[in-house]
């Protein structure tokens, strides 16, 4: 491994991006200028391309973080006077309660704990059972385990119960297959620093044109209303207050280059290799991942920590940061547990690279392999 360059980062966002994306960032832009308007118009068309929402949804971009696209999102959809089924398996579902609470909106909450799927029969049993809910709320691939959710059918059981849908699909987007024409939502946000592979410093929202026509005077914040963002984006081409115009630069060549390796398809290809290679390696050496195969996914992998007594996860992340690579600490409540991604400019070549620098570290601790404890596997089924 090259010591001299910069650590890959194997971890969910931000994440190690391409020279070509790095170096788009080198021009300065005029934010009110014709050319960076095009480049906004040309991101939002492309991001509606590629959910297959070019009829029906509009595409809105938010500066910030994607947690500010995401509040921005709830608090631009949802009337006062509605009531959201927020679906908790993680950090991410527990931030939209966090934020609903913030906002003001009536919500309950179904939560599933550190990683168990939220079942789309026990969605509708609630959603049947309570008329005033009118929203439901759900994380696509929750990242603090990496499990990959039943979106499909849990959209279409609001369908079916005539609610309305929102998607944090922040870390799935642009990989992931999300097609607006079956997978019915009012609104889906991701951000641009996951599975496009841009940097850090805007959000957006798919946001779906009828719906969000309704929605004047629900935001609570100017800076946060994605409808008054929406509105002024069509009349003038520009974003409201100052773009991230670099960030938004650097996207517009991310975006190129996820279509050259053959769009959302392309890119879960590779991922999907990423994974597999990842994960047989990691067991090869006696880890455990957290979750059963049906539930992995592409974007990034939970393994238990090995339950070793020489085991220490600083130690163990200094190591394998040694050796040029930076993975993710765990986010679990119960067991311990450290995550390594597959998403950024990774490939096979870079995943056999920790694998390399995993058995170094173990080595290093003089820990013979990865196993769990025994009690850390006693789990539920799913
Ligand atoms: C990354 C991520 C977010 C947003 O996190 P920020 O730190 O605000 O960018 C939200 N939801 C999911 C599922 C994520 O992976």
């Known amino acids: 491994m090259n010591r001299s360059r910069e650590p890959y980062l194997l971890t969910p966002g931000p994440l190690t991006t ?44 938010l500066q910030g973080s994607g947690t500010y696209a995401v ?19 993680g950090a991410y579902g527990q931030r939209m309660a966090r934020i609903l609470q913030y906002l003001g909106r ?9 990683y168990l ?48 849908l929102f998607v944090d699909a922040m870390s799935s987007f642009g990989a992931l297959p999300i097609d607006a024409r079956e997978l019915p939502f009012d609104g889906l946000v991701s951000s641009a620093n996951k ?20 929605c004047v005077g629900n ?23 100052t773009p991230p115009t670099h960030v938004v630069a650097a996207f517009a060549s991310a975006l190129e280059q996820h279509a050259a390796e053959g769009g959302a ?57 040694q050796h040029g690579f930076i993975i993710y600490p765990g986010k679990l409540t119960q067991v311990d547990s450290f995550r390594i991604g597959c998403i950024g400019q990774l490939f096979e070549e870079q995943m056999r690279g920790v694998l390399a620098a995993v058995r170094a570290a173990l080595d290093e601790l003089d820990i013979p392999d990865g196993a769990p404890r025994p009690e850390d596997l006693d789990k539920p089924e799913f």
């Not at 014709?34 to 991101?43: H, P, Q, R, Y």
């Not at 008329?131 to 979106?151: F, K, R, Y």
């Not at 410093?201 to 719906?211: E, H, I, T, Y």
């Not at 994974?275 to 390696?281: N, P, R, S």
Request: proline share 5%; hydrophobic share 45%.
């Open 18 to 61: 391409s020279l070509a994306t790095k170096s788009a960032m080198l021009r300065d832009w005029g934010s009110w200028d014709s050319d960076f308007n095009e480049l906004t118009a040309g991101v939002c068309r492309r991001l509606l391309e590629v959910a297959r929402a070019e009829e029906t949804h509009v595409c809105v971009p």
């Open 71 to 89: 509040e921005a999102a709830l608090a631009t959809l949802l009337p006062w006077d509605g009531k959201t089924l927020v679906l908790m398996n």
């Open 106 to 114: 009536d919500f309950e909450t179904l939560d599933m704990g550190d």
């Open 117 to 164: 799927p939220p079942p789309p029969e026990r969605v509708e049993v609630i959603l049947a059972a309570d008329p005033e809910i009118s929203h439901v709320a759900a994380v696509h691939c929750e990242t603090s385990s990496g499990i990959l959710n039943p979106l499909e059918a849990i959209a279409e059981v609001t369908w079916r119960q005539g609610r309305r």
């Open 195 to 214: 599975c496009f592979e841009g940097v850090p410093g805007f959000g957006f929202a798919l946001l779906r044109r009828k719906a969000l026509e309704q």
């Open 219 to 241: 935001a609570h914040s100017l800076s946060l209303d994605l409808y008054d963002q929406w509105t002024y984006l069509e009349r003038s081409g520009q974003w409201r207050f």
């Open 265 to 321: 398809a392309g890119r879960l290809a590779r991922y999907v290799h990423n994974e597999t290679v990842l994960v047989a390696g990691m067991r090869a050496m006696g880890f455990h991942t957290l979750l059963a195969d049906r539930w992995l996914s592409p974007i990034i992998v939970t393994f238990h920590a090995p339950g070793h007594p020489n085991f220490e996860f600083g130690r163990f992340y200094d190591l394998i940061k």
